[in-house]
């Protein structure tokens, strides 16, 4: 019994708020919110990580923007990203941040707005078009 609680926690792999973090890579910056750590492994083998680490996950999102690649969570876990930059040749950083109620607000906030503006958008060009087909519809009484 003894033996597997200690095997079980020697194979585990490290975290972050839950989320994977990958070995032996040199902390950056670490608080609360958020982790930053440096490693001398190329960005794909990076890549490769998260990718394994993540793939049975529900509500997570791969972006790749190029240099970058960005995963999120759309779900309920106590993270919001991790960012996987390539810094130079066989180096990359990684980014763990934790989600927060800006994020979340400002999200919710974009969509109330967004919502709106696509209404004011339809109701303006129903007005134009109504007014051209009632003009349209007199000159032929």
């Not at 033996?3 to 040199?26: R, T, Y």
Request: cysteine-free; overall charge neutral.
């Amino acid at each position: 019994m003894m033996l597997w609680v200690i095997s079980s926690g020697i194979s585990s792999a490290e975290d972050f708020l839950g989320a994977p973090v990958m070995p032996e890579g040199k902390v950056v910056t670490q608080t609360d919110q958020r982790l930053k750590k440096a490693y001398d492994v190329s960005y794909e083998a990076a890549l490769e990580y998260y990718r394994k680490a993540l793939k049975d996950e529900k509500d997570i999102k791969f972006l790749d923007r190029g240099t970058d690649m960005h995963i999120e969570d759309h779900g309920a876990r106590p993270w919001h990203s991790i960012s996987i930059v390539k810094v130079g040749e066989g180096k990359t950083e990684v980014v763990t941040k934790k989600d927060n109620w800006t994020w979340i607000l400002g999200t919710l906030t974009l969509r109330f707005f967004g919502v709106f503006a696509v209404l004011i958008v339809l109701y303006i060009v129903l007005e134009i078009s109504g007014a051209i087909i009632s003009r349209v519809v007199k000159a032929k009484a």
